[in-house]
């Protein structure tokens, strides 16, 4: 929906204000980036077309290094989860509220030191201003998670003595009419509240939203319980958000380290080993194992405004797994994608009307809970190296699991990890997660054979990925069973 604002929506309070009182002062001045390197560096390209700069390795960094280590400048909670998560910190079970009371910004605190380090930086000033609050969600198409929230633009507007945040491209040229309407309204709504008379104020609120729509860095933390990856919120951060975006990345991103973690705190670790003077690259969400050509380029030109060149899509990745997930109905080895006419390896004609059928039957399986049933029509259509395929025995796995049947729970796992590891590859973070899990379920199953194994192979991908020191508590879990299983045999 479109976003309009009059002065009628200004408080009587807001409306008497002039420039005189109103003391920016309380916004602390920019930090120097927070950010600690480990033999890698920034380098700026002054004639780059594309990138105004990249992260480069200073020596060989062996998989599993970490690279960069960073507190961000800029931050803020996603909207549904601020009933129990901090804003501040966004550690969960908080139950303090900001001392004003009947705030607008209905804020949540998991300790009196985060609502006073809120305030402080810049809260005590905006809680005075409900007008601002109101408008948090400016559409219903997800908008806001691109161009921030209010807080996040004034921060950046009051932090920079140029209202800008410093070194980062907004690419604002490249953004579409309708977009910088919802901009400019926005700006305009933030100006007329503040009395931001300078001429060009709107223009820079405007650049400010484009440079978090383009750099902005999604915070996310793995529930082991639920067994999900949880959006906490969006943030930026100064020298991490400079790293350029492989479809074929050579390097994760983390955020915390249990036990006691911050889930702010960002780690960026080499999934690959990395030859010295070579570009350092993470994903912006889009995989080449994961996602097709077209639509992964689309989406990065659609949401940041590049058209990706890395090497997997210059290789143009003509097998490419995330494409071919069918199966084909008259030979055993042929890998259908999606509308082929035929088949590869026996040139057999496919009838996607019969394909189709079975596909959406199975979905309405799914739907229902019969995981069971579900899967003897997946296995007919799904490529047993698929993701698809994957995640119906994943599914599967879970319903066994639920009922203690751990030995047809494993079975289904092992298909899942086959899956994954066709995809990803063995020494994989997605591979990693399916170890773990097919360890846990052996050895509760007590099929100590199997488990031995898989436990050993699992470590040796934590260690690999940095898990072992990402993940601590999971790892320790994995070794207890392993020396449990030594001393079984």
Known sequence: MDFHFSLNDVSPYTRRLTPAHIDYRIWPPLPKESATWRNARIENHVNANQHGCSVMSTNKIKSGEIVIQEYPQIKHLNQSIINYRCSQCFRRNAHIDCRTKNCPWDLQFCNKQCEARHWSSGHKWLCHFPELSKYIDMTQDNFQFHTGETPMILKAYFFSAESRIPSLVSNISKHT????????????????????????????????????????IAIRETNHEWGINEHLGKAIYLSASKMNHSCDPNAIAYFGKDPGHDPCLLRIRTSKDIPSKQQVCISYGFLAAKHEQSARKNSL?????????????KSGNVENPAAYIYQCQSCPTGRLASGEKYCKACNGRIDWM????????????????????????????????????????????????????????????????????????????????????????????????????????????????????????????????????????
Do not use: P
């Not at 700006?187 to 484009?210: F, K, N, P, S, T």
């Not at 030109?301 to 899509?313: P, S, T, W």
């Open 177 to 216: 009419a309708s977009d910088i309407k919802k901009y400019r309204e926005k700006a305009q709504l933030i100006a007329a509240v503040l009395h931001l008379i300078r001429d060009d104020a709107i223009d820079e609120l405007i650049e400010i939203q484009g440079q978090i729509r383009c750099n902005a």
């Open 301 to 313: 030109n659609m949401l940041y405004f590049f058209d990706c060149q890395c090497e997997a899509c």
């Open 354 to 489: 019969r394909i189709a059928m079975i596909e959406q039957k199975a979905d309405e399986y799914v739907e229902e809970g019969k995981f069971l049933k579900a899967s003897k029509l997946q296995e007919i259509i799904y490529h047993k190296s698929s993701l698809n395929w994957g995640e119906a025995m994943d599914k599967l796995g879970e319903h066994y699991a639920m009922k203690k049947n751990y030995d047809m729970a494993a079975q289904c796992i092992m298909a899942s990890l086959t899956a994954v590891r066709d995809t990803f590859g063995v020494t994989s973070i997605e591979t990693a997660r399916e170890l773990s899990k097919l360890a846990s379920l052996l050895f509760n199953g007590h099929i100590y054979d199997n488990a031995k194994n898989t436990v050993a192979e699992a470590i040796r991908v934590f260690k690999a990925l940095g898990l072992d020191e990402q993940n601590g508590t999971e790892f320790e879990e994995l070794r207890e069973m392993q020396m449990i299983l030594v001393d079984i045999a």
